[in-house]
């Protein structure tokens, strides 16, 4: 997420917004953000909104994703997902990426696993003297 610089906005109570700014760089050969760079916001934005019904205590990993693009992604983008079920295991969640003039221009649907929150590298390594 920072290498496209994108932002989340909010993430909490099963619901999260993270928006991107188009830049030159993320386009593709018809000048619009490229479908790479829309996918990547639909699966965190979904993991979010997913974790964010835990209040982040987990961690949560792509079981599958579907996506369908509708329109060119050009300006300031927003993708907002939503927890639509969860069980202890796993999170059923939806989202779309709209421009700033509210057209939508992709959606998808995912599943999630929760996962433990991973150890951080110091403390997996076992120290030398």
Request: proline fraction near 4%.
């Amino acid at each position: 997420m920072r290498l496209l610089d994108a932002r989340r906005e909010f993430a909490e109570a099963g619901r999260a917004r993270v928006v991107i700014d188009e830049r030159p760089e993320l386009g593709n050969v018809i000048g619009a953000v490229h479908g790479g760079v829309l996918v990547t916001l639909l699966d965190v934005v979904m993991a979010s909104a997913a974790v964010s019904v835990f209040d982040f205590a987990r961690t949560a990993v792509t079981l599958d994703l579907n996506t369908s693009f509708l329109e060119p992604g050009r300006g300031r983008l927003s993708a907002d997902g939503e927890v639509l079920h969860h069980d202890d295991s796993v999170a059923w969640c939806r989202a779309a990426v709209t421009d700033a003039a509210g057209r939508l221009i992709a959606q998808a649907q995912g599943s999630f696993r929760y996962l433990p929150l991973p150890q951080a590298a110091s403390n997996t390594q076992e120290t030398t003297p």
